[in-house]
């Protein structure tokens, strides 16, 4: 937590105005330096005493359909906010779907998908925000001055965008790949985030972001919070092929999936050649992605599950995570098939929330253009 990110009784940059409240509930989620407990205890307890203080942007590429990373990485934090009465701000970034790729295919059908999702999972349209990011021209001016504000080697040491160069479609790296943070950045202070519940691989875009935020305060006077990092118990769950479970790399269990799906991708998942189940997520990362999977979803102590498994090896493993994870979302799935049944109802939630992020983009960027004194 930073001097300039609004807190209780905070008037100064990002400070904002209260919307809801709501109940509480008892996740523990971890922040961007997962060794501070106590940096880590005193977000939450300001978060708990203020939660009006906040206010949470974080998103999801519409680049295919929502995993089970998805939801013990970031969303099921977003839904604990909400209900905690911070102002949640979800994203759904069009434009960064060509970053790594030369089009954007299937943009309308992936966006449906996970305005479904989040209704599902309980994104409440009456509390949080939900928006497409080449809705909000505003937004994507604050680009402008952003750039200048960081140099290129900066943008080329960045680890998280040479992963995404790595595994990307394209044979040349495009100038909207390399400045994918800026973006970034643009979207989180758009609306003056100040929370950013996302997974491990989004730390170095984050910090982009908070470099940008103090860098323009710092040349033109306080305008930006340094918005702060909030990691889930799963920062980051591997897919099926041992590699960090993405939309883009076939190694997925989508949240959407069968039940018999999950089953079936699970049954995939690279294990090791130990037969005896244990968790160590540092010398067996694999299996214990899996034993931690099964934990969440039972709520359970991940040793305590791998122990029970013992001996059982990884195919009883494998079964134990299916069964846990299809009872955890049947719920889920049951609310998704109702809302699939009303789209029209749904589309209507992405054209009030873009409503809101136009508003609160424009009155950042009058903010920006008076702190640099542009003349208009
Ligand atoms: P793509 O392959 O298109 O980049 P993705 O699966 O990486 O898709 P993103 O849309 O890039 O998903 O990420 C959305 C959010 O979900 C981010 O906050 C990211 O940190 C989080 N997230 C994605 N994958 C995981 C994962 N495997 N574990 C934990 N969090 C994740
Ligand atoms: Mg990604």
């Known amino acids: 937590m930073t001097a300039t990110t609004a807190g209780p009784g905070s008037t100064g940059p990002g400070h904002i105005e209260p919307r809801s409240t709501g109940p509480a509930r008892t996740d523990h989620p971890r922040t961007e330096h997962p060794g501070s407990e106590s940096r880590t205890a ?47 701000i979800v994203l759904i970034p069009d434009y960064q779907v060509i970053t790594d790729r030369d089009t954007a295919e299937r943009l309308g059908e992936y966006t449906d998908g996970l305005l479904l999702d989040y209704l599902a999972l309980g994104i409440d349209p009456a509390r949080s925000t939900v928006f497409c990011h080449s809705a909000v021209p505003a937004l994507n001016q604050l680009m402008l001055p952003f750039l200048s504000l960081v140099s290129v080697a900066e943008l080329n040491r960045n680890p998280t965008v040479k992963d995404e160069i790595a595994h990307s479609r394209q044979s040349t790296v495009s100038g909207l790949m390399l400045t994918y943070p800026v973006h970034q950045a643009a979207d989180i202070l758009s609306c003056k985030g100040n929370l950013v519940p996302v997974g491990r691989d989004q730390a170095p875009h984050l910090e982009v972001t908070r470099t940008i935020a103090r860098r323009f305060n710092e040349r033109y006077g306080p305008v930006f919070p340094e918005p702060d990092m909030l990691l889930s118990a799963a920062p980051l769950l591997l897919g099926t092929d041992g590699t960090k479970m993405s939309k883009s790399r076939a190694n997925s269990v989508p949240l959407s999936a069968t039940a018999d799906e999950t089953a079936r991708l699970l049954r995939g998942a690279t294990t090791d050649a130990d037969r005896h189940i244990t968790y160590d997520p540092v010398a067996r990362p694999n299996v214990s992605s899996l034993v931690l999977l099964a934990a969440l979803c039972l ?59 136009n508003a609160l983009a424009e009155a950042t960027l009058d903010e920006v253009r008076e702190a640099m004194g542009a003349v208009r």
């Open 42 to 88: 005193e977000l939450e307890r300001r978060i708990a005493q203020d939660p009006g203080g906040f206010r949470v942007l974080t998103g999801d590429r519409p680049t295919g359909a929502l995993h089970l990373g998805h939801y013990f990485g970031s969303l099921r934090n977003r839904v604990r906010l909400q209900d905690l009465g911070v102002d949640v």
């Open 299 to 357: 709520d359970r102590d991940p040793h305590e599950v791998a122990a029970e498994i013992g001996g059982g090896g990884a195919a009883a493993l494998k079964r134990t995570v299916a069964d846990a994870v299809n009872s955890h979302l049947a719920p889920f799935r049951a609310r998704r098939a109702e809302y699939a049944k009303d789209l029209t109802g749904v589309r209507s939630v992405l054209r009030a929330g873009n409503e809101r992020a």
